[in-house]
């Protein structure tokens, strides 16, 4: 393990240390997403996920990554279908409850079944379902690449943020 | 192509339309980071990233992705070096410099050799090193994967985000 100090005096960072890491990581924003899809047996699962990211637009594709522990995990095969949420601050509870424990993620009047059955979460600020087009593990981990089919946008809100371990939204730089 | 209306009425979205699907990921708000390797001919390389994620903790790894047309793809290759920058409302132009023309990208002092002679940006707010563990591409497009080894902390600040097109930062929900 090297412990490196940066060019202008920064604190050294161990970055095999779990704190270390998370703690970098938190000086890095993410934008609030949820994922839901259904599993083999066709029950709805799906997960609040900061890991959200445009991979490209033609064809729209997007990638996420979770952990292959989660319950959502068995639904991520090539050729099943995944619906993307973005979430707005009106949503939070959205995010809140897709984050507590997986047997009450769809309890309540949240969600309705959407294209190909899918749970699609109400007062998002957007949503898309698409077609789970790659898998790939990672260590207990997996990064899922995802092709975009179709969509609709909802009410207008302002974007969902995860930062320092709060939900946040963007804010002008100069205010 | 289907266009499908939401169970709330919302406006439909033809998501294989390149504005479309943009207009959805513009509700997504993304913490703003900064790529940098060597390519193949020892040549500082490097991006504004929007897609930077955490892929996992032990061992520490994230994820980004990129065009394979980018200045940038030639340094891509499994067990090269990378460091991926943090940044802050104060390191807003690394962000801007490192989204210019590639040729300008490393004019100037905005940046120091560090470990494996990568380039370490200044004014940053924390920065890792790591090694290309994965690359898949997409289409035109590629997700990295990189395992962290090494980094450092930089002064504190704000995060830099990137949203509607502009930069800001997070801020209180009911603020």
């Known amino acids: ?74 639904a991520m095969t090539v050729g099943n279908h995944v619906a993307i949420h973005m979430l707005g601050p009106r949503s939070r509870h959205i995010a809140e409850k897709l984050a507590a424990d997986h047997d009450v993620r769809f309890a309540g009047d949240h969600w309705t079944p959407g294209p190909h059955g899918l749970p699609i979460l109400s007062d998002v600020t957007a949503w898309m379902v698409g077609t789970v087009l790659e898998v790939h593990p990672v260590h207990n981990n997996a990064v899922i690449v995802v092709q975009i089919e179709t969509g609709a946008l909802g009410p207008e809100d302002e974007a969902l943020l995860y930062h320092e371990r709060s939900y946040m939204k963007p804010g002008a730089i100069d205010a």
Do not use: C, W
């Open 1 to 74: 393990m090297n412990q490196i100090t940066g060019p202008t005096g920064e604190e050294p960072l161990a970055v095999d240390d779990l704190d270390a890491f998370k703690q970098a990581f938190r000086r890095h924003a993410a934008g609030v997403a949820a994922v839901t899809s259904l599993d083999p047996q066709g029950k709805p699962v799906g997960f609040t996920a900061t890991s959200l990211a445009s991979l490209a637009a033609v064809p729209p594709m997007a990638t996420f990554n979770m952990s292959q522990v989660a319950s959502a995990y068995p």
